[in-house]
Each structure stands twice: as C-alpha cells, then as structure tokens.
C-alpha cells in the first residue's frame, strides 16, 4: 500500500481524535500533517512487527 493511500484512509480520522484531545480545528490539522510527516519519514523502517505479550 502507498503512503498516499494510507493517509487518505485515515487522515480524517486521526483529525478527529486530535480535535477532540485540543479542541482547535487549525492546531488539530496542522498535528495531523506533522503526524503524517514525522510517519512518512520513518516508513523505511518499519518492520510490520508488535511487540505485545498479551
């Protein structure tokens, strides 16, 4: 799957949660960028793994 295509399947929904956590629509979408940002940079090194015990 794409970046591009994994944010627009969840781009609304992490606003939403960040919107009801600061209750500023402009801080909610500008958290929301740097969230997808900050990912995107990081992709390369995610392995698909958890490290849950439960």
Do not use: P
Not at 8 to 29: F, G, I, M
């Amino acid at each position: 799957m794409e970046f591009k295509e994994i944010y627009n399947l969840h781009e609304k929904q992490v606003y939403r949660y960040l919107l009801t956590l600061c209750r500023d629509e402009h801080l909610a979408e500008e958290l929301t960028q740097e969230i997808f940002y900050r990912a995107y940079l990081q992709i390369k090194n995610f392995q698909g793994k958890c490290n849950n015990k439960d």
